[in-house]
Structure formats: C-alpha cells, structure tokens
C-alpha cells in the first residue's frame, strides 16, 4: 500500500523542531528528496531522523571522528538523546571493532561527535548510528586510518574544493568526488556562506533550484549559523561526499563573514552587535558541523602523515593571527590624492601577519622537522 506523502508531510511540519516553531524549507526540502528512503516498513519511519547525513573527519593511523545529527521533535527538543555508533570493518557490521553512545541535545545542536580510537592503521571502515528505542539506524558511511608515520606508502589521491555556495547553484563536484577514487577530501573554507536572501550567491536560478537563504537574513547568532550548517548538510551531493569520504578542513572567511580577520571583518558592522560573539558563535557551530580533533576549537592548525610520502600540514591564515587587510580606500587623502608612500610602507612592514607568530613557528617545525617526500600545505 502506498503511502501519503501529503500526510506524512503535514506530520513532519507539526513535529520536526525548528526555531520559533516553525518548519525549516531546508528539512521539508530534504524530506521530500529522501521520499525513497521513506517507507520501509518500520514502526518509526514517518521522520528521517538522521537528516543529516553522517560524516567522518580527522583520520589519523589509529584513529578517526565520526559525525552525524539527530533530528528531534518538539517534544524531545528538551531531552538528552543517546545515539548509538557503531564502527565495522565491512557494510554489514558482522565485524564490528567498536561500539559505543554518544549523548546529544540542544547544547549541541543534537550533533554527535565520536573521535574513534584504537584501530588499525592503513584500512578502511565502516560506521553507522541508531536510536535504538525508536528502532531508527542512519545510513552507512565509510571511512579510512592513515599509513603509519614512515610506513611505505606509494601513492595518495586527495580531493581538494573549497567555496560551496548553496544558493549559486547546484553542488555536482561534491556528487563527482563521492564517485572518485580519491583518498580524502581536503576542504580549504568556505563550506558556507554568510549571506542574506538576495545577496552574494543569490542569482535567477536560486529560487528554480530551491536554493533558497535559510534563514533569509544574514548569519550573525548562534542559531543563525546552525539553521545555515542544517540547510547546507540536506543537499544530497554533499551528504554523499561526506558519507564515502572522510574529511580534513580548515575555515576560510566566510564560515564567520567575509574578509574575516582576527579582531573585525570587511562584513561586520557596528549595528550587526560585537563581532567577537559573532566569532564565537561561528567557531562553535563549525565545531558542532566540521569536527576537529584539536583542544581548544579556536585553533585549527594541525598536521597528518601519510606513511612516508606525505606531511599535510593544514594552516589558519584567517582567524588565529591575520592582521586587518590594507585597503586601497584608507590610503587617500582629504584632497583626493592616494598616499603611495604609505600604502608602500604598509605593505612591506615585516611586523604584519597572516599566520601569528606562534602558528609560524609551529608550521616551520612541522615542515622541517618531516621526513615524509611531499610536504604539502592545505589553507
């Protein structure tokens, strides 16, 4: 018997938590796009709970993080949900290695981050999460540990992007690299963007595509930055990327606003409140959305080796140490006249960074002090 998906629609916009009690586009979009995983049968079918997708970041030798959000309903929006994980070394979990839960609410957005320790160097895995009082399993993702430090290694395929804007159009290259044979994806920023309904992005095929800013306004709370993270993680090229790739990124800009430096940012005004909140929020929710195997959120650089072939060291030329950017505009005169003078002495001045002198000093020693034959820098 066919089900009514008019029905089962009515049903998730009364249910599915969202801000202000209203329904996400973003989540009746994806629950229309995940019809045909709708419908199996089970008793607790009528909500995708895990709308999300699934992701794994971070794979060391011994170790990778797992990712995935539970999608709650008004009444459950207060609880604290256990998620159980799962991690196996074929699609059918005959084998699993390990197994453990994860606790998530709304403190973190009902994200579950689980840094999965004690595997076995150079292999590939497997790794899924329930809800096992709701009988609700997410999909299969599949992920891989690195090569030993010095273990032979002779080749490595590293898909790179960056710059993912949802309402420009349509994400085929995420949908060609969860096809590809590449190893890992390396995602060098700006996996959002910040902008409002109408601005940059928007174009004559947004609304065709239903490619619309969610939320309409631009970014600046936390909430905010969740609903965007929400609405990019339902396109399904991307969630599929996720799902077959494990992933290391670092932040460019416009994960927080455009031209981002360390104490402001080219899209942050006085009216828009402190920027340094506005900072906090968007690392957090990045943390929540792009996990990272670090001990304090705010610093992202970090290296991997891969076997004996590659050092990657992964930079912060944004945030952590970026002094403001030399614009043209400061530099003119009340008469008219540009101030070659100092504009010149400005860009030469040694005492300007991009990186901090505590990140220089780390990524000096990290490529110096590598033996691998490539070194290769990701920012």
């Known amino acids: 018997m066919k089900r009514n998906t008019t029905t089962r629609r009515a049903f998730l916009a009364k249910s599915i938590w969202a801000s202000g009690g209203v329904i ?30 699934v992701g794994s970041f971070d ?48 403190e973190n957005d009902f994200t579950v981050v689980e840094d999965v320790t004690g595997l076995s160097s150079n292999n590939t895995y497997y790794y899924r999460f329930l809800e096992e009082n709701l009988k609700t399993t997410s999909v299969v993702g599949e992920t ?9 290694l002779t080749s490595l395929k590293l898909a790179v992007c960056s710059c993912s804007n949802y309402p420009a159009g349509l994400f085929n290259v995420y949908d060609a690299i969860a096809k590809s044979d590449a190893d890992i994806v390396i995602h060098l920023g700006d996996y959002i963007y910040e902008y409002g309904e109408g601005e940059y992005g928007t174009n004559e095929n947004t609304e065709a595509l239903k490619r619309v800013h969610d939320p309409k306004n631009e970014i600046l709370s936390l909430e905010d930055y969740r609903l965007r993270y929400r609405q990019y993680r339902t396109d399904e090229s991307l969630q599929l990327a996720h799902q077959k790739k494990p992933f290391i990124v ?6 927080i606003t455009n031209d981002t430096y360390t104490t402001g940012a080219e899209n942050h005004s006085e009216d828009e409140g402190s920027f340094e ?32 072939l590659a050092n990657l060291v992964m930079l912060d030329t944004r945030v952590i140490g970026r002094d403001k950017q030399l614009s043209f505009g400061d530099y ?29 000093a780390w990524a000096g020693s990290q490529i110096t002090g590598s033996n691998a034959e490539w070194q290769v820098i990701g920012q």
């Not at 690392?283 to 991997?304: A, Q, W």
């Not at 006249?337 to 400005?346: E, I, K, L, R, Y």
């Open 24 to 53: 996400l586009a973003s989540q009746l979009v994806a629950c229309e796009k995940l019809d045909n995983l709708i419908g199996n049968g089970d008793a607790n079918d009528e909500i995708p709970r895990f709308l999300h997708g």
């Open 59 to 106: 794979p060391t030798a011994e170790a990778v993080m797992i990712w995935t959000r539970f999608t709650p309903t008004t009444e459950e929006v207060n609880k604290i949900i256990d998620i159980k994980w799962q991690v196996a070394t074929d699609r059918s979990f005959t084998n699993i290695v390990t197994e453990g839960s994860s606790a998530c609410s709304i």
């Open 144 to 152: 891989i540990t690195l090569p030993k430090a010095g273990e032979h």
């Open 250 to 255: 670092v932040w460019d800009d416009h994960e």
């Open 277 to 308: 909140l506005r900072k906090q929020f968007a690392v957090r929710v990045h943390g929540e959305y792009l996990p990272i195997r670090t001990n304090n959120r705010n610093i992202i650089y970090r290296s991997f080796q891969f076997g004996n």
């Open 332 to 360: 003119f005169t009340a008469d008219g006249n540009f101030d070659f003078g100092g504009f010149s002495s400005a860009m030469m001045d040694p005492n300007r960074s991009i990186l901090g002198s505590e990140q220089l």
